[in-house]
Antibody, heavy 118, light 112 residues
């Protein structure tokens, strides 16, 4: 069974940093591209970042470019999101999701909440 | 960036009825590889989004045939027939042809 479990969220002050993790199991992690998607309270879905299976290709949304860094450790089956210079508008539930070979995000974690507030 | 315009915002339905949701993109979603990477999700209250349809018209594993997708280029539709209580929630389209990847703003399916 495919499982994605996010961790590392919490309450953080504006301008500070936070690192999210996503532990994958039930599939060969190193064969799949991975993504972070977020959802502000009561709002829709926003794609944040993508990383290819070997980390060769990385893409970011303009809203986080230069502040967030996506990375992965295939030996640990873990996806990361390093978030710096956090803003109130980064407050959201952050999901990690696997990218199916046919293009969509086929499996999602349960999400981890990040709240940026003083 | 590709803008995904999803309509309607809210969709009242009677159980057993049929509904359609539209998703239009600001540019063609046909990739240089010839595929169209337009997908549909359902987010039930308090849950993570779940994949329903991928690449326009392919049902994901375990998705009942009451759900069907169609369209091409910039104009796409999700149809749900014989609506059941478990179908209620917010539906999103997603394009993964062009970076940045973009979602529609969502359609809330609710009981009439």
């Amino acid at each position: 069974e495919v499982q994605l479990v996010e961790s590392g969220g919490g309450l953080v002050q504006p301008g500070r940093s936070l690192k999210l993790s996503c532990l994958a199991s039930g599939f060969t992690f190193s064969n799949y591209g991975m993504n972070w998607i977020r959802q502000a309270p009561g709002k829709g879905l926003e794609w944040v970042a993508s990383i290819s299976s070997s980390s060769s290709y990385i893409y970011y949304a303009d809203t986080v470019k230069g502040r967030f860094t996506i990375s992965r450790d295939n030996a640990k089956n873990t996806l990361y999101l390093q978030m710096t210079s956090l803003r109130s508008e980064d407050t959201a539930l952050y999901y990690c999701a696997r990218r199916h070979t046919m293009g969509p995000f086929d499996y999602w974690g349960q999400g981890v909440m990040v709240t940026v507030s003083s | 960036d590709v803008l995904m315009t999803q309509t309607p915002v809210s969709l009242p339905v009677s159980l057993g009825g049929q509904v359609s949701i539209s998703c239009r993109s600001s540019q063609s979603l046909v990739h240089s590889d010839g595929n169209t990477y337009l997908h549909w999700y359902l987010q039930k209250p308090g849950q993570s989004p779940q994949l329903l349809i991928y690449r326009v018209s392919n049902r994901f594993s375990g998705v009942p045939d009451r759900f069907s997708g169609s369209g091409s280029g910039t104009d796409f539709t999700l149809k749900i027939s014989r609506v059941e209580p478990e179908d209620l929630g917010v539906y999103y389209c997603l394009q993964s042809t062009h970076f940045p990847l973009t979602f529609g703003s969502g359609t809330k399916l609710e009981i009439k």
